[in-house]
Nanobody, 124 residues
Framework: QVQLAESGGGLVQAGGSLRLSCAASRRPSGTNVMGWFRQAPGKERGFVARIRWGSGSTSYASSVKDRFTISRDDAKNTMYLQLNNLKPEDTASYYC?????????????????WGQGTQVTVSS
């Protein structure tokens, strides 16, 4: 079992930046993959980015590539999502998740553990 807790959301103007954090209650194993998903009002939750805890290898949705950066701090059991050049369409609740699946895709049902979410609102 692992508990995940997001923080760092808020209200920001278009073009601004935020850094989201996801603290895990225990150290993820090297093969675990952690990810960020987001859900806008009236839309399904969708994949944003993921990182393999041990190697640090990353993957991004095309809509956020070159603007968002996922990273992790092994000493703090914490994953981050740096959001730069934010756009109004980035407005959503952002969730972190963890999976023990070795090669997860971008589907939320591949992830076993979820945080409660943090709200990001981007004004135009």
């Amino acid at each position: 079992q692992v508990q995940l807790a997001e923080s760092g959301g808020g209200l920001v103007q278009a073009g601004g930046s935020l850094r989201l954090s996801c603290a895990a209650s225990r150290r993820p194993s090297g093969t675990n993959v952690m990810g960020w998903f987001r859900q806008a009002p009236g839309k399904e939750r969708g994949f944003v980015a993921r990182i393999r805890w041990g190697s640090g290898s990353t993957s991004y949705a095309s809509s956020v590539k070159d603007r968002f950066t996922i990273s992790r701090d092994d000493a703090k059991n914490t994953m981050y999502l740096q959001l730069n050049n934010l756009k109004p369409e980035d407005t959503a609740s952002y969730y972190c998740a963890l999976t023990s699946t070795l090669h997860p895709g971008m589907r939320e049902n591949e992830y076993n553990y979820w945080g409660q979410g943090t709200q990001v609102t981007v004004s135009s």
